[in-house]
């Protein structure tokens, strides 16, 4: 085909890019030789004008300050509140292994595993157990003590200690008879203690249980007073 030939369409096609002048070289040698030999389409490339290129909103230099400190002020109080809970954890740490393990391991400083967490030895005839507290526990973690009652071979008294953070040691005894099993809340006297937790819900039947009792309960209680007394002050 003639370059003189090539329809006015294919030429206006090209306009756009011939006036932006992004076109090769050969494109922009075929426009002008056919603007040279064609008048309208001379006329409309004068005549042509491309749109002028979209700015971009340049951002308020205050707005912008005012975004970047927000990013800022959270980063500081996600920062400070991580460290409020590493220092919270930390003294959590730190009271537990103060108020309940070390005591606790000293209380089984010489005993032998028995269970688990619970460390056990036989001393002068009676059976000291430890019963470990869970980590960050404060509130579990006991010591037993028992003997078998000599002449009643059938009973088995256990009193149970429980050292309390608080710094109020609170007891219990569970007695085991021929027909019946009952745990009792008492006082470091053998008192019978109704503010305790109960497994039973007659009252008067416990404190005469318990009185029968009070000879094998008061010897537990020495024994275990001997054995960690100091730490149950």
Request: aromatic letters at 12%; hydrophobic letters at 35%; charged letters at 35%.
């Amino acid at each position: 085909m003639n370059r003189k030939d090539i329809d006015c369409n294919v030429i206006i096609d090209l306009l756009p890019l011939y006036k932006e002048e992004i076109c090769s070289e050969a494109t922009r040698e075929l426009v002008e030789e056919h603007l040279r030999s064609c008048e309208d389409c001379r006329q409309l490339c004068e005549n042509m004008t491309l749109p002028e290129p979209e700015k971009k909103a340049v951002p308020d230099e205050a707005e912008t300050f005012k975004k970047v400190g927000k990013k800022v002020k959270r980063g500081k109080f996600y920062r400070r509140a991580l460290i409020l809970i590493f220092a919270v954890f930390a003294a959590l740490n730190v009271a537990w292994l103060k108020l309940k393990f070390f005591p606790y391991k000293e209380f089984s400083a010489d005993m032998g595993e028995y269970n688990g967490d619970c460390y056990q030895v036989c001393e002068g005839g009676y059976y000291y157990n430890v019963v470990e507290p869970h980590y960050l526990s404060f509130f579990d973690g006991k010591l037993y003590i028992w003997k078998e009652i000599a002449g009643k071979e059938e009973n088995v008294s256990v009193l149970t200690v429980i050292p309390r953070v608080t710094g109020d040691t609170k007891y219990a005894v569970a007695i085991k008879t021929d027909s019946e099993y009952m745990e009792i809340p008492v006082t470091d006297s053998i008192e019978f203690d109704p503010s305790g937790y109960k497994v039973h819900d007659n009252d008067e039947h416990a404190k005469k249980v318990l009185n029968d009792n009070r000879e094998e309960i008061e010897e537990l209680m020495e024994a275990a007073q001997k054995k960690w007394g100091e730490y149950l002050k």
